[in-house]
């Protein structure tokens, strides 16, 4: 039986579908990464926050996917190391190229999808159980970073 109700109700917020629900999101990871209150701390003394363009990222409907997929097969930890390694890429200025561990599709899927969102190119190399990532920070304008 439903009862019908002359109650207007406004919603404020952000919709989340029952599918994006039971995820894990990237963005629980970010916060691990790069707290937003040290964030908020180092822009109020004008500092630069090394991690403070991970929070900014626009991350694709792709990587935000691929990083549940992962966490949902109980390998959030796999995907959250494999985030703030290429978090930490970004901010290397020694470090020009990185070659991920060889590791199974889905896994390769995530770091592509990261290493994309965050601007640099990437290619695979090696068969089987041994393919791995690899990612030159080469950003699709062609400057180095």
């Known amino acids: 039986m439903c009862i019908e109700s002359e109650l207007e109700l406004e919603y404020a917020g952000a919709w989340i579908t029952a599918a994006e629900a039971r995820f894990v999101k990237i963005k629980s990871a970010i916060e691990r990464i790069a707290p937003r209150q040290k964030a908020d701390k180092h822009r109020q003394l004008g500092e630069n926050y090394h991690y403070g363009e991970l929070r900014e990222t626009l991350w694709s409907q792709e990587t935000k ?38 590791c199974r599709s889905m896994r390769r899927e995530l770091q592509h999808n990261i290493t994309q969102d965050l601007g640099f190119k990437t290619g695979s190399q090696g068969d089987g159980s041994a393919r791995q990532v690899v990612v030159w920070k080469i950003p699709v304008d062609g400057d180095v970073h």
């Open 65 to 102: 996917w691929s990083y549940a997929k992962l966490a949902n097969e109980n390998e959030e930890e796999v995907a959250f190391k494999d985030l703030k390694l290429l978090a930490e890429l970004s901010i290397n200025k020694e470090t020009a190229t990185l070659y991920m561990d060889p």
